[in-house]
C-alpha cells in the first residue's frame, strides 16, 4: 500500500492510497485544475481513480470532489449525512454510495474502516485503510479524542494525524471570537498538543511513518509542529503537510 498527500491545510486536503489495482481519493478540497497539476507532479493519472471518499462536508474537503466525480465518473462514497449536506449544495456526483461509520466495507484491494469523530458537520467519518498487510490511519477534523478514536487508530503502521493550531495563536489571531471558540471546541480541530498526546498514545511498534496534516496557515507553524514530533516521534520517519505542496508517495508498512 503506498500513500500520498495532493495537499492539507485549512483550504485544501485531499489524499491518495493505492494498493494492487486500486486507488483511493479522499477529499478533494482544490480545484480540478490544481488536483490534476499535483497530480502530475505524482506521475497519476486521475483516469485511474477507483473511487473517492469524503470525510465530512467542509468545503476544504468537498470543494473539488462533485466536479472531479463528474469529469472522471468517478463514484463517491460518503456517510448519509454527509451525502445530503452535499449535494444540497453542490448537486449530485456521477455516481453515489451511502457507507455506514459503523461497518467496514472494501474498494477492490483496499478494505476501508470509517471512524466516527467528534467535528461541527453533519456526520463527519476519518478512515483507517488496509490492504491485508499493512495498515494506514487518516485522522484529522477532530475537536476531542474518544475511546473509539484510540481503539480504531492502534496498531497502524503509518499515520496521516492533525496537527491544526497552536492556543496561543488562536487566541491572539484576527479570527472572530465564535471562530476561534468553535476552533478550540470539542467539535472543533486538534491542538498541537492534543495532537501530540495522541501520538504519544498511538505510537506503537508498527508505527514507522508519520504525517502531519491540517496544519493552520494563521494559527499554526511548521516549527512548532515539527518540535511536538521531535519530542514523541524521533525514531520515527516525520513529514509536515502544507497547503501548496504535494507530500509525495510513501510506502506504508515497508
Not at 487566541?171 to 465564535?178: A, C, G, I, L, R
Not at 511513518?209 to 516549527?223: D, F, I, M, Q
Request: proline residues 6%.
Amino acid at each position: 500500500m503506498r500513500c500520498a498527500l495532493i495537499g492539507s491545510g485549512s483550504a485544501g486536503n485531499a489524499l491518495l492510497v493505492t494498493a494492487g489495482d486500486t486507488t483511493l481519493l479522499v477529499d478533494c478540497g482544490y480545484s480540478i485544475k490544481a488536483f490534476e497539476a499535483r497530480a502530475e507532479q505524482l506521475d497519476f493519472d486521475p483516469r485511474r481513480l477507483s473511487a473517492v471518499l469524503v470525510t465530512h462536508e467542509h468545503d476544504d474537503h468537498l470543494g473539488g470532489v462533485l466536479p472531479l466525480s463528474r469529469r472522471y465518473r468517478v463514484p463517491v462514497h460518503w456517510a448519509r449525512g454527509t451525502r445530503i449536506a452535499a449535494t444540497a449544495r453542490h448537486g449530485e456526483a456521477a455516481s453515489t454510495h451511502d457507507f455506514s461509520p459503523h461497518a467496514r466495507f472494501t474498494i477492490g484491494d483496499i478494505r476501508v474502516t470509517p471512524v466516527p469523530v467528534p467535528h461541527d458537520a453533519r456526520e463527519p467519518t476519518q478512515f483507517v485503510f488496509s490492504d491485508g498487510r499493512a495498515r494506514f490511519g487518516l485522522l484529522t477534523d477532530l475537536g476531542s479524542i474518544t475511546p473509539h478514536v484510540l481503539e480504531a487508530y492502534a496498531d497502524c503502521d503509518a499515520l496521516c494525524l492533525e496537527f491544526n493550531h497552536e492556543p496561543a495563536l488562536l487566541e491572539s489571531s484576527e479570527y472572530p471570537p465564535s471562530l476561534r471558540r468553535r476552533i478550540a471546541s470539542p467539535y472543533g480541530h486538534l491542538s498541537n498538543a492534543q495532537a501530540e498526546q495522541l501520538l504519544a498514545r498511538l505510537k506503537g511498534p508498527r508505527l514507522t511513518r508519520v504525517v502531519a496534516a491540517h496544519l493552520s496557515e494563521k494559527t499554526n507553524r511548521p516549527a512548532l509542529v515539527a518540535a511536538c514530533l521531535a519530542r514523541v516521534a524521533a525514531d520515527i520517519t516525520t513529514d509536515i503537510a502544507s497547503q501548496d505542496a504535494v507530500v509525495p508517495w510513501f510506502d506504508v508498512g515497508a
